[in-house]
């Protein structure tokens, strides 16, 4: 990194949707404005919220809280079912609407935009009107009820962190020259990727402020984080700009290479039971499958994962192999397996299915095993269809035909119109939920 001084400028402008999903249901149904609403996966008193409006937040209900509890601190909270295809629409409205005051580079989430800002645009009373007009632009083109914070920063990293310096409807710039003592009062947990294990690791080597780890030099932090990610955030934390910098608030506003893909489902009642589990899993592969094709990628792996409910005499004590059970945010307790299989890329569901129906063989047995309630499938080592070399061998079982057939139907009539009849027990369960991290993507009729 260079020593000269950097120019005070913002390179990057981070738009921050706050209370996203509450502020939708505000905005649709004017009611509930200015009332406490919690936005909750299904009308159930065992599941959380995952999202909370301003007036909730007040109350000390927010994303996670259990609606039971939700329900004894306000009992006039009004809970709404989400709905991803309203806040997906939102969402790309959103980004129109930032669109026209500023080229939008990156949408990491579906409630969270980012934008290069270029020449002048980076002084910053310019920086600070670009900014200015994106709030009244979301305001005038997409509803009042929808506020924003923003941050501009010299880059990504730090643009984020301002972005959540002041909630709600927040303009937070943090320039070079104020650097880094402009954030020195943060909490080590306002630094993205910093959750509550990565916090007590940080601690248990004496780091208990940001004002500590800011102090350190770059060794002493690439020694902390024992990797060359504390080299980064070296850097990033005084403004610079550097290579490699990662999807948890670091990267560079372009669209990354994606990782992975995948879809998991907490099982109703009628599903806890292996047979049940099975069906839901073939479900959530035959979802992964179809947008593996409909993105033009290819897995290489697939990872599995099943929660198993425990008695409360079976919690009290270790298990089998000898770890302590887990508690769930429905409250349940719960032993979990998973493993990682490995295959030739492929992307037709039939192959995969045999991958999973291989994996599922290999699952524990016992009575600590014979209730799941969750199951998640996830590919990784994606890569495009295109950047792979064409197959040695012939399809002789004519699978991507196979593949296509169903795409192109399913596509027409809904995504569970044909399939294998594995799934035909699950075919109306894991619908597609709301999410944070993943905007759902219509393909033809539906939405995953």
Same mark, same amino acid.
């Given at each position: ?101 500023? *080229? ?27 900014? #200015? ?20 920063? *010299? ?74 990610? =504390? ?32 879809? $998991? ?40 994962? #099943? ?14 192999? =000898? ?6 945010? $429905? ?34 047995? =016992? ?63 894991? *619908?597609?939920?709301? $999410? ?13």
């Amino acid at each position: 990194m260079t020593q000269n001084p950097q120019p005070d400028r913002f390179r990057i402008l981070y738009v921050d949707l706050n209370s996203f999903f509450a502020s939708v249901e505000q905005q649709l149904h004017p009611e509930y404005r200015n009332r406490p609403v919690a936005v909750v996966p299904t009308q159930a008193d065992t599941t959380c919220c995952i999202a909370a409006s301003y007036e909730a937040k007040a109350l000390g209900i927010k994303t996670g809280t259990q609606v039971g509890e939700a329900k004894r601190i306000c009992p006039e909270i009004v809970l709404v079912l989400g709905d991803h295809r309203v806040y997906a629409d939102y969402s790309r409205r959103i980004v129109q609407a930032v669109e026209r005051c500023c *080229p939008v580079a990156q949408t990491p989430s579906i409630d969270e935009m980012v934008c290069e800002l270029m020449g002048r645009e980076q002084e910053p009373p310019r920086a600070r009107q670009i900014a #200015l007009t994106i709030k009244q632009a979301i305001k005038d083109d997409v509803g009042e009820t929808l506020r924003c914070s923003i941050g501009l920063a *010299p880059n990504r990293f730090l643009a984020k962190i301002a972005s959540d310096m002041q909630k709600p409807d927040g303009l937070i710039g943090l320039l070079p020259s104020q650097l880094p003592r402009s954030i020195a009062h943060l909490e080590l947990r306002d630094i993205p990727g910093v959750g509550a294990r990565t916090e007590a690791r940080i601690n248990a080597k004496g780091i208990n402020t940001m004002q500590q780890l800011l102090e350190l030099d770059r060794k002493q932090m690439h020694e902390l984080w024992n990797s060359v990610w =504390g080299d980064r955030l070296y850097h990033w934390l005084r403004g610079a700009e550097t290579d490699g910098q990662t999807d948890s608030g670091g990267a560079p506003a372009s669209e990354a290479a994606q990782k992975s893909l995948g879809h $998991s489902h907490v099982l109703g009642p009628e599903f806890r039971t292996p047979e049940g589990a099975w069906a839901v899993a073939h479900k959530l592969l035959h979802k992964a499958a179809m947008r593996l094709r409909m993105e033009q990628l290819t897995a290489s792996a697939m990872h599995l994962t #099943l929660r198993y409910a425990l008695t409360r005499e079976q919690a009290s004590g270790k298990l089998a192999n =000898g770890k302590s059970a887990k508690r769930h945010f $429905s409250g349940l307790q719960h032993s979990g397996w998973s493993m990682e299989a490995r295959f030739p890329p492929c992307q037709d569901t039939l192959t995969l299915l045999e991958v999973l129906r291989g994996a599922w063989a290999k699952r524990p047995e =016992g009575a600590e095993f014979a209730r799941p309630f969750f199951v998640a499938i996830t590919m990784h080592n994606l890569v495009a269809e295109s950047d792979l070399e064409a197959s040695l061998f012939a399809d002789a079982d004519h699978r991507a035909g196979l593949a296509a057939t169903m795409d192109k139907l399913n596509m027409k009539y809904g995504n569970t119109t044909l399939h294998f009849a594995g799934m035909l027990p699950a075919r109306d369960s894991a *619908p597609t939920r709301i $999410s944070f991290t993943q905007i759902p993507t219509q393909y033809g009729k539906d939405y995953i």
